[in-house]
């Protein structure tokens, strides 16, 4: 088990039951008397976690209210051991390693890290289970991107090379090719956008990835634009306009 993993492991178990001995503490993760010592003062004093040792009951607890993750923190309620915040990044991130599958590449290559968040979201595999399962964060529809579109894509955003592509119209009424420098890609929405310079209208644009239907990299350097002055009028759009 990973360091990071033991951190979250035993501030689970203390919120969890109230109060922890040190001999179960061991037992539960599975390390030696000196690195569950070590553990627990990193904890305390490196991470600022309100854990005290608590003489008549023989073990460990949060101090205050017993169930206070850091000092200052809000009292979490009976069976949520995360925020709001903590949650939705946790389940995110399940969810989008889950969804790689074992029988991929990346899969097979981020398994433990899949398995080490599993263990991250409960005291045992069987409550990181069942919170999965009650606690869900729907992503939005995700539009697919065209052959090796993306890669294309963003290869030529890393490169700086100017593309010529052809893309679909918004109003279904056929497709226009258009010389671009690609300057950055952003993934919102569910949707792969490509944020550009257009050679012919001479003016940024944002460019919706799965509307590409043709890629063609060209053997010139791509235009450069200042990042402040793409995000200035870019991120500010209110709706999408394809070069």
Known sequence: MERTERFCRIELLIRSRGCVSFADLMTELGISRATLKRDLDHLRTRMDAAIVYDRERNGYRFAGTGRLLRRGAEPAAPGVWFSEREIHALLTMHQLLDSLGGSSSMGRHLQPVLERLQGMLGTSESEARELVRRLRVVPPVRKPVRGRS??????????????????ALDDGGGERDRIISPLRMIHDGGIWL?????????????????????????????????????EAELDAMPALRAA
């Open 194 to 230: 490509l944020d550009a310079w257009c050679h012919e209208s001479e003016a940024l644009c944002r460019i919706p990835v799965p509307q590409v239907r043709a890629v063609q990299t060209l053997e010139l350097r791509a235009r450069e634009v200042p990042m402040r002055v793409i």
């Open 150 to 167: 993306f890669e294309r894509l963003a290869g030529a955003v890393l490169e700086r090379r100017r593309l010529r592509l052809t893309i």
